[in-house]
């Protein structure tokens, strides 16, 4: 089992930059798949993006492709999600997920398949 604790929220000037981070206990962090997703006030949580295991996989939300960038520091055990040029849309908590799986891969998108969530950072930004 995995314990997640997010940081870095605040208040971000619209096109401006934030780096959201998330560690990770134990020392299997390089045995799990991570994601982030957000949830706006009056909304569902949605899938933003999310790294494999092994790093070499990213994947991103349509919405935010070519501004918000996943990564991970196995040394760390942190996966980050730096989010640049946001905008208002991108107000929402933010949490951080993870998962294991010992045979295959998981869905990455769907927020059902992580088992372990963070309990979220704020992030708003003001035009």
């Known amino acids: 089992q995995v314990q997640l604790v997010e940081s870095g929220g605040g208040l971000v000037q619209a096109e401006g930059s934030l780096r959201l981070s998330c560690a990770a206990s134990?020392?299997?962090?390089?045995?799990?798949?991570m994601g982030w997703f957000r949830q706006a006030p009056g909304k569902e949580r949605s899938f933003v993006a999310a790294?494999?295991?092994?790093?070499?996989?990213?994947y991103y939300a349509d919405s935010v492709k070519g501004r918000f960038t996943i990564s991970r520091d196995g040394a760390k055990n942190t996966v980050y999600l730096q989010m640049n040029s946001v905008n208002s849309e991108d107000t929402a908590v933010y949490y951080c997920?993870?998962?294991?799986?010992?045979?295959?891969?998981?869905?990455?998108?769907?927020?059902?398949?992580?088992?372990?969530w963070g309990q979220g950072t704020q992030v708003t930004v003001s035009s």
């Open positions: 997920a993870a998962d294991q799986r010992i045979v295959g891969s998981i869905n990455y998108y769907r927020r059902d398949e992580y088992r372990y």
């Open positions: 134990g020392r299997t962090f390089g045995t799990y798949d």
């Open positions: 790294i494999s295991r092994s790093g070499g996989n990213s």
